[in-house]
């Protein structure tokens, strides 16, 4: 950008303080040339000091660089705001550029991820143009618009979604927990099923299991037979498969490296979308302990991290309007337990503190062998269901989780 142009936009921005508050958080002084670069530096300081503008003749008087106010209509204001958008975004990442070249040509290994940092940093450079709801403006419309969407999305499970007041809302977190092998991953799975069931799209990332490995189990869940016995019929399998997908969603199975951050999350999402030309409607996680957080955390102070990954977590479900499902391991006290709570989460309790649902899963051997599993309320934001248990029916074969009496498969 010229030298004439960025004068225009310091006139425009100190013309308005709408405009100047809206490109307010990502300017940068050293993103100027050096004639404008003291000036635009001069006008925030001042901002920040006494909450106003000052006038050309302060700016003039401390920086030399003459202004003048100016008109500054609607369009302007649109304009200002996009062309500087464009602008720090370009400068950040240019100077991003040059920071990693240099972080490069050190020759420390060590400092590479950093080279991510900082161009990921600058690509994030940009407005934040919602400016929220106004709930005093456009009554009549947002109330229309509440009774016409749908708040709740039905899990399935009609004692689950009746505790819940309908099941699980776009933007919440579940947070499933048992002891090792006590079926959270199962759990996961079959929700996110009846979710595609219901014509929604699904994609479920697992950090430990193999795809292979969730595929078979949603072999045996859609085609309703042993994860062994549909290789005595693969033709018939198959047929099952395409049956049931002809009339729902779509389902996604993605392995990723355990550790992985919500910013390679966010990359896979982006081709994910650019790819089927859709976003999912259900994001499964599997499991939270195994995601790691986009900043350097030590090993050893396991709540922070934790705590940061649950919460990037959750801006992923809040940018892609998704329902969110994860879980967590139980730790030793939870096995001899004779009643759960939220110090039986394994690791940090910063998890459930991010959460807006959280559900112990109870299935004991006894309980497997009967073809029963139950679910332990634990926490929920939207309703009193705290301390709730419901039961639901478990297929051993078919791996699917059923409300008591509904129509399956022989146990």
Not at 53 to 75: C, S, Y
Not at 316 to 344: C, F, K, M, P, W
Request: net charge negative; hydrophobic share 35%.
């Amino acid at each position: 950008m010229n030298l004439k142009k960025q004068l225009l936009l310091v006139e425009y921005r100190i013309s308005s303080p709408d405009t100047f508050a809206t490109c307010t958080t990502i300017i940068e002084s050293d993103y100027f040339d050096p004639e404008a670069r003291d000036s635009v530096k001069f006008i925030q300081e001042y901002y920040n000091d006494y909450n106003s503008l000052p006038t050309p003749e302060q700016i003039a008087a401390e920086t030399g660089q003459t202004f003048q106010l100016r008109e500054v209509t609607k369009d302007k204001v649109e304009y200002c705001s996009r062309e500087i958008e464009r602008f720090c975004r370009s400068q950040a990442l240019r100077q991003a550029i040059m920071n990693a070249a240099e972080i490069y040509e050190t020759g420390d290994e060590e400092k590479f991820p950093a080279i991510e940092t900082v161009v990921r940093d600058a690509l994030m450079v940009s407005l934040n143009k919602d400016l929220g709801t106004s709930f005093f403006d456009d009554v009549e419309a947002t109330l229309e618009k509440l009774l016409t969407s749908e708040m709740y999305e039905p899990t399935g499970w009609s004692e689950f979604d009746d505790i819940l007041g309908g099941g699980l809302a776009r933007k919440q977190t579940l947070l499933l927990s048992a002891n090792s092998g006590g079926g959270k991953s199962i759990v996961m799975a079959n929700i996110a099923l009846n979710y595609v069931e219901r014509g929604k799209n699904a994609l479920y990332i697992s950090l430990e299991l193999s795809e292979e490995m969730i595929y078979q189990r949603y072999i045996a869940m859609v085609a309703g037979v042993s994860t062994r016995e549909w290789q005595l019929d693969v033709d018939d399998t198959a047929h099952k498969i395409h049956t049931a997908g002809d009339k729902s969603g779509s389902l996604f199975i993605k392995r990723m490296a355990q550790g992985s951050s919500s910013n390679q999350v966010r990359a896979y999402l982006k081709e994910f979308e650019l790819k089927n030309g859709f976003v999912p409607d259900v994001i499964c996680m599997d499991y939270i302990d195994l995601m790691g957080s986009n900043d350097k955390i030590s090993a050893d102070n396991i709540h922070e991290k934790d705590k940061r990954a649950s919460e990037e977590f959750r801006e992923i479900q809040n940018d892609y309007n998704a329902i969110g499902i994860t879980a967590s391991q139980q730790n030793r006290g939870a096995v001899t337990a004779t009643e759960l709570n939220h110090s039986h989460i394994a690791g940090g309790i910063s998890k459930i503190n991010t959460t807006d649902v959280y559900v112990s899963i109870i299935m004991s051997d006894q309980m497997r062998a009967k073809g029963e599993i139950a679910l332990n309320f634990l926490k929920t934001r939207s309703s009193d269901g705290v301390g709730q248990t419901i039961h639901l029916d478990y297929n051993k074969v078919t791996l699917r989780i059923t409300d008591p009496n509904s129509l399956s498969l022989p146990k």
